[in-house]
Antibody
Framework: QVQLQESGPGLVKPSETLSLTCTVSGDSVGSDSRYWTWIRQPPGKGLEWIGYISYSGNTNYSPSLKSRVSISLDTAKNQFSLKLSSVTAADTAVYYC??????????WGQGTLVTVSS | QSALTQPASVSGSPGQSITISCTGTSSDVGGYNYVSWYQQLPDKAPKVIIYDVSNRPSGVSYRFSGSKSGNTASLTISGLQAEDEADYYCSSHTTSGTWVFGGGTKLTVL
């Protein structure tokens, strides 16, 4: 059974960098045709796709966040990570990591709330 | 890229059918058959219920079905049940190689 688990600080100060890690079990982040994705959901609002890193290390990001986002892969630890710089209150959200395979986001983490506040 | 357009809310009585629309452009919904739908129960992570416009993953009820015409995809839920009350999101691949979600639709079972 594939499982994903987000981890990282729940509180980040404005202008600092948000850093989260997703630990994957039951699958390998280096497996063919996998796209390891970050998605967020501000409180009471809809889902927003942030970006992905592929099994081969290629990345693609939302145009609205591209200048501030970086996603990386650690095959040794079977993890992938998100960094979002220069955060503001608008970046307060539940952050989900998810696997995209067979043309669907088929496995999701439980989500982690990150609050941006001083 | 702009979010796909969904109605904010829909409602129906048990046993009825409802349809949720998802409107995009030729750069996303209209350009690919890579539309998927997700059900999100309160305080839970989303769960895929439809992929490739109309395919159901294993274990998803036959009461959920999907279709597409032009730039608009649709999710139909037949034989509404109380347990279907949730938020529903569509998603599509885009010509930029990114993905985009709809704004979400809250389904109320009366």
């Amino acid at each position: 059974q594939v499982q994903l688990q987000e981890s990282g600080p729940g509180l980040v100060k404005p202008s600092e960098t948000l850093s989260l890690t997703c630990t994957v079990s039951g699958d390998s982040v280096g497996s063919d045709s996998r796209y390891w994705t970050w998605i967020r959901q501000p409180p009471g609002k809809g889902l927003e796709w942030i970006g992905y890193i592929s099994y081969s290390g290629n990345t693609n990001y939302s145009p609205s966040l591209k200048s501030r986002v970086s996603i990386s892969l650690d095959t040794a630890k079977n993890q992938f990570s998100l960094k979002l710089s220069s955060v503001t209150a608008a970046d307060t959200a539940v952050y989900y990591c998810a696997r995209y395979a067979v043309r669907q986001f088929d496995y999701w983490g439980q989500g982690t709330l990150v609050t941006v506040s001083s | 890229q702009s979010a796909l357009t969904q109605p904010a809310s829909v409602s129906g009585s048990p046993g009825q059918s409802i349809t949720i629309s998802c409107t995009g452009t030729s750069s996303d919904v209209g350009g690919y058959n890579y539309v998927s739908w997700y059900q999100q129960l309160p305080d839970k992570a989303p769960k895929v219920i439809i992929y490739d416009v109309s395919n159901r993953p294993s274990g998803v009820s036959y009461r959920f079905s999907g279709s597409k015409s032009g730039n608009t995809a649709s999710l139909t839920i037949s034989g509404l049940q109380a347990e279907d009350e949730a938020d529903y999101y569509c998603s599509s691949h885009t010509t930029s190689g990114t993905w985009v979600f709809g704004g979400g639709t809250k389904l109320t079972v009366l």
